[in-house]
């Protein structure tokens, strides 16, 4: 009998206590902060006169693991410190069953000496008396510090698990003027490190599993206290919401069983109900306020230029992800190269209304351009023609591979003068000027674009209109350079003001180089740049996907974006993922320029899970294609989704749902993928793309960007989707649309009538109204200019002439 009252006596004292819990700390700040956090902990510096005592927890609670954890931090902390015997000094005490010094303040005066010996410290073991530690402190001070002649401060690294008193020591140490910090380190108990810090306790009490954290937290601290400057110029303390968690397991009473008791008397037992218990986890969470400093980085600045997205290296460089047409090593400055598919003839007035000077200035422009934009990597074949009285050719299109080559004959071109004829001009190179695009026999389809740069100073002499409208008629893209007294001229030339580009001097017209690029750029996809569009990317972020291939989608997505002039008067880009749930990871309106879309599309979530394309359509019917989340009517908008096939079972339907209303839906499979389950989700097979791998998205971007620019192009119904809201109706009328309303109101059926005429009677025409007032027969009360509604009655009129 005696056994079994000892063995009900160890379950209840085992089972009785709460289990072992974690912990951890968190920091309520965007991502780019906590980086910003950790570089500017390895930038802090203090070199005041300090004494400063590291206590670290040797106990069997901390173990080894943890242990050298705290050694880390403590080395990392050294790293700060400008340790001599004049400015910082450092000592280490390890305490478990008993406090033993390791080293005293005066034992070494350089950093590299006390992080040697650091690193050589061996783990004791032993129970926790961080009490006996506080009171040996009490007792014998700082060993080898400078007593009160300058600050002390007290590092205690520990999981928090006393087993004697810390309460009176720890405050009494304080009143001495000791400052303490409480780190906390494997599963800690903030409440006992709560009562170890000094105040205000929130700036005392770290975490040594983020060191960076921890030493940015403590720096921040001293430097509050004018204790050590240790924050770099420039740099800043701010506030942060933190959260310090608990994750306990406690036993829980769930109900009574029935069990047996022993008796003092001699073969009998009892029986009896017994509680039956269930363990728990439950979260216990403690806010504060984490002070951090901060330091300005190089990508603060902005320094990426037309739309690039800046990227840290280090805590003092970067480099720009900059997109197509510019270049990184000039902050996305335009890289100048042609990475666009053309023939480019660039035809340059000689004639004697330019002048020399200003012949020598059309050709230095020129082959500065060629050196800037031309290379053996550039797509492109050049062409350079002259023109005044007669037109020569002096570099056939092709007929030079590489620049040096190509730099000689522009080199040996003359001033010729005569009258200025550029209407023949243009008319010759589009009969002559592009001969030589092809070698003898070979075929490319399609064709690439064919472009002439008009360089001239002087009006032109014939009529032009005729010969431009032939080199039209010839499918080539005009642009004209020249002075702004031409502006007139060159526009009737191009049709087109944004395909002129003018200049006021010399030094302007070098300066002009980025812009004709990118106007020859551009011509590659000329809708994309200038129609209007409101595009979804819907992907699959399912586990079939996969985190390491979605990142490649993600890349996919970003690289195409690119592609595309995000403004709110053009193109907007919304952006859905989907697995084990749907989640709009950014609405249409949300970002409005490049840069932030570019940084958002990176942090696009993985899902996981298993996907239902069907669902996350109808997600994106529901609540992204909608005026409330930025479509705007009138507007062409598409759906890419873009998924290895499986879960696309059920978006057939949906698919059409978006059709019927307006919204194209474009396929892009990747894998081995269900071929005829994502056609009849596509449509047709002009609305899929089947791309073989993951890998191979990026060289699909071309074909997807032209079919996408398709779409934007076609003719829209501005009904569909229908932009009225509450169930009212789109009514085309007149090119445009009206929202006939049912209890709604606005331009959009927005506002609800009957809250506004419960708040606002019409001038002049005071009414009470009765308490027992009833909204009914929702016609059109038309001498209050009210189109969706009226109130019919139980209303007083009062003071009606």
Known sequence: MNLILFLEAVCVFLFGQVLPSFTFQELYASQETIVKISAASQLMHCSAALDVLLALDGSHSIGKGSFERSKYFAIKLCDALAIGPDRVRVGVLQFSSAPQLEFSLDSFSTQEEVKEKIKKIIFKGGSTETGL??????????????????????????????????????????????????????????????????????????????????????????????????????????????????????????????????????????????????????????????????????????????????????????????PIGFGGEANCAPKLSLECSVNLLFLLDSSSGTTLEGFLQAKAFLKRFVQAVVNMDSPVDVAVAQYSQEVEIPIQMGQYQDVPSLMKSLDRMRFTGGATLTGRALEYVA???????????????????????????????????????????????????????????????????????????????????????????SLQRPGCQSQSLDLVFLLDASATVGQVDFTKVRSFVRGSSLQFNINRDVTQIGLVVYGSRVQTTFALDT????????????????????????????????????????????????????????????????????????????????????????????????????????????????????????????????????????????????????????????????????????????SGFPLAVDQDIQLQDRNVYSSWGIKSTSLLMGMKYLNHP
């Open 133 to 322: 530690a506080l009171k040996y402190l009490l007792h014998k001070g700082f060993p080898g510090g400078r007593n009160s002649s300058v600050p002390q401060t007290l590092v205690i690294v520990t999981d928090g698990k006393s087993q004697g008193d810390i309460a009176l020591p720890a405050k009494q140490l304080k009143e001495k003027g000791v400052v303490v910090f409480a780190v906390g380190v494997k599963f800690p108990r903030w409440t006992e490190l709560h009562t170890l810090a000094s105040e205000p306790k929130d700036q005392y009490m770290l975490s040594a599993e983020h060191v960076d954290d921890a030493t940015n937290g403590l720096y921040s601290t001293l430097s509050s206290l004018a204790i050590c400057n240790a924050t770099a110029p420039g740099c800043r303390i701010e506030p942060h919401l933190c959260e310090r968690k608990t994750l306990e397991t406690i036993r829980e009473v769930t109900g009574n069983s029935l069990c047996w008791r022993g008796s003092k008397k001699n073969n009998a037992v009892f029986s009896s109900l017994c509680p039956f218990s269930s363990w728990k986890k439950v979260f216990i969470t403690h806010l504060a306020t984490c002070y951090r400093t901060v330091c300005p980085d190089p990508c603060d600045s902005q320094p990426c230029q037309n739309g690039g997205t800046c990227v840290l290296e280090g805590l003092d460089k970067y480099h720009c992800l900059c």
């Open 591 to 762: 970002h409005p320029t490049s840069s932030n879309l570019l940084q958002a599309i990176n942090q696009a979530p993985y899902v996981g899970g298993a996907g239902s394309t069907g669902s996350a359509l109808l997600h994106v019917y529901d609540e992204v294609m909608t005026v409330q989340k930025g479509a705007r009517p009138g507007v062409s908008k598409a759906v890419v989704v873009i998924t290895e096939g499986t879960g696309t079972e059920d978006a057939v339907v949906p698919a059409q749902k978006l059709r019927r209303n307006g919204i194209s839906v474009l396929v892009i499979g990747v894998g081995p993928v269900l071929k005829e389950t994502l056609l009849r989700l596509a449509g047709s097979h002009d609305f899929l793309i089947h791309v073989p791998s993951y890998e191979d998205l990026e060289n699909y971007q071309d074909l997807f960007i032209e079919r996408i620019c398709e779409e934007a192009r076609k003719p829209v119904n501005l009904c569909k989707p229908s932009p009225c809201m509450n169930d009212g109706t789109c009514i085309l009328q007149n090119g445009s649309y009206r929202c006939e309303c049912r209890g709604w109101e606005g331009p959009h059926c927005e506002n609800n009538v009957e809250v506004a005429l419960l708040h606002a009677a019409p």
């Open 431 to 521: 009969d002559h000027g592009f001969r030589a695009t092809l070698p003898s026999g070979e075929i490319h389809d399609p064709q690439p674009q064919r472009v002439v740069v008009l360089l001239t100073d002087s009006r032109s002499q014939d009529l032009v209109a005729g010969p431009v409208r032939y080199a039209r008629d010839q499918k080539l893209f005009l642009i004209g350079v020249g002075s702004e007294f031409l502006r007139a001229e060159l526009e009737e030339i191009t049709g087109n003001p944004k395909q002129v580009i003018t200049y006021s001097n010399p030094q302007d017209l070098f300066n002009k180089i980025p812009e004709l690029q990118k106007k020859i750029c």
